[in-house]
Structure formats: structure tokens, C-alpha cells
């Protein structure tokens, strides 16, 4: 089996996109001409969020979009921008909860077995910011939101970045460990890695950096 090439739909809802997104449809017809055998799903309006897709029947449809243009979904970024549950309070983490459920519900009835998160709390950090509760409560998290996909067998990805807390790469390291869970793994983008390890960009507290560069937090995190 060769190599997939797929693409991330949000490459088309951001940026330069941002005041005029390209279309859903637009994009599976552009990326089925372009030869690309499938795409990362963005689950941001107007694209693949749950609000937009409210059934089963509307999630289906938008499989077999992709499907007619030769495409698969392999993953899903869903959309929790809103609710930085680490930092946030109560409310905010419930809030987090139910879109992680709504996002699970959208990769199950689209047959989307990955899922992306992040650590929602952007840096820099306030001087008062409670690191070891902070920490306990994304490794928390984690594990419910692991768990929960376990059930519906779906994988779940953490794409560490340089914006979002925890981004210095022996906490990359400690965090996998600490879900402990073969359901949670690294997605990696090798921008943030030469961010986080080389760079050591937005971190807190003491600058991190890895004299082997790259190559070297590959090694770390096997």
C-alpha cells in the first residue's frame, strides 16, 4: 500500500481565506483533480462542523461529496476554540465535554476513525497561572476524551503547538505518559516541532530547546 497524500480543509478557511473560505464542495472538487487521495476533515464553520451537519443523513451526504471525487476523510480537527477547558472554569469545561461528545457523534456517522485535540489555552501565560493544576486537568481531560473514543473506536491525536500550553518537548513526553492510554498519541506537525524543540517559542518558565534539533525529539518521542 503506497503513500496516502491528503490535506488539512482548513488550509481553505483560514488566512488568506479567512473573509472568503472556499467552499466544501469546491474543495473536494479541486483536491479530486488534483490527485490528492484524501483530506483531514476541518470541523469549522462553514465546513465540517456539527451544527451544519445535524443528522446522520446530512453527515452521509457530505461522505459521498468527498467519495465522488475519489476522497476519504482520515481525520477530524474538530472545533473547540470556544472552550478552554484547563483555564476556564466549570462551565467551560462542560461546554468542552459536550462538543468533544458532538465531535465523536460527527467522525462515528462520517466513519472518520481520528480525531484531533489540542490543549485549547493559548500562552503566554499570566503570572499567576496554577501549572500543576492546570496540568492535572488537561491530563484529565484527556483521558475522559480517550476513553470515549475508545468506545466509539475512534483514535485520538494531540497535535502539540507552540500557542498552546504544554509545548516544551519534555512536557510533549509527559503527557502522553501521563493519559497513559494506547488510544492517545502525537499527531505532529514538524513546523510546531521546530517551534517547540528548537526554537522553544511561547514556552513558560525556562526555555526548552534540543541541541539535536528535529531529529532529536523524533528519538524522544519514538
Known amino acids: 500500500m503506497g503513500v496516502k497524500l491528503s490535506i488539512g480543509t482548513w488550509a481553505y478557511l483560514f488566512g488568506k481565506y479567512a473573509d472568503n473560505p472556499i467552499t466544501m464542495e469546491e474543495v473536494a472538487r479541486r483536491l479530486g483533480e488534483l490527485g490528492f487521495d484524501g483530506l483531514s476533515l476541518g470541523g469549522f464553520k462553514p465546513h465540517g462542523h456539527p451544527d451544519l451537519y445535524p443528522g446522520r443523513k446530512d453527515r452521509k451526504r457530505l461522505v459521498k461529496l ?12 474538530a472545533d473547540f476554540w470556544d472552550y478552554p477547558f484547563a483555564t476556564g472554569g466549570e462551565q467551560i469545561a462542560r461546554k468542552y465535554e459536550e462538543a468533544v461528545d458532538r465531535s465523536l457523534e460527527m467522525c462515528a456517522d462520517c466513519g472518520i476513525s481520528m480525531m484531533r ?11 499567576d497561572f496554577e501549572y500543576n493544576r492546570v496540568w492535572d486537568s488537561v491530563v484529565e481531560m484527556f483521558k475522559k ?3 470515549k473514543a475508545k468506545k466509539a473506536g475512534i483514535l485520538i491525536v494531540w497535535e502539540f503547538e507552540p500557542g498552546y500550553i504544554f509545548n516544551k518537548p ?31 517559542a511561547r514556552q513558560y518558565g525556562q526555555k526548552e530547546v534540543l541541541k539535536g534539533g528535529q531529529l532529536e525529539f523524533f528519538e524522544m518521542v519514538k
Not at 465522488?68 to 477530524?76: D, V
Not at 485535540?117 to 503570572?127: H, M, N, S, Y
Not at 519534555?170 to 506537525?189: A, H, P, R, W, Y
Request: glycine share 6%.
Open 66 to 77: 468527498f467519495k465522488s471525487h475519489g476522497l476519504k476523510i482520515n481525520s477530524y480537527a
Open 117 to 127: 485535540v489540542d490543549t485549547v489555552t493559548q500562552t503566554p501565560f499570566p503570572k
Open 145 to 147: 476524551v480517550t476513553e
Open 170 to 200: 519534555s512536557e510533549i513526553v509527559k503527557m502522553v505518559k501521563d493519559v497513559g492510554d494506547d488510544n492517545f498519541k502525537l499527531q505532529t506537525d514538524t513546523c510546531h516541532v521546530q517551534m517547540c524543540a528548537v526554537q522553544g
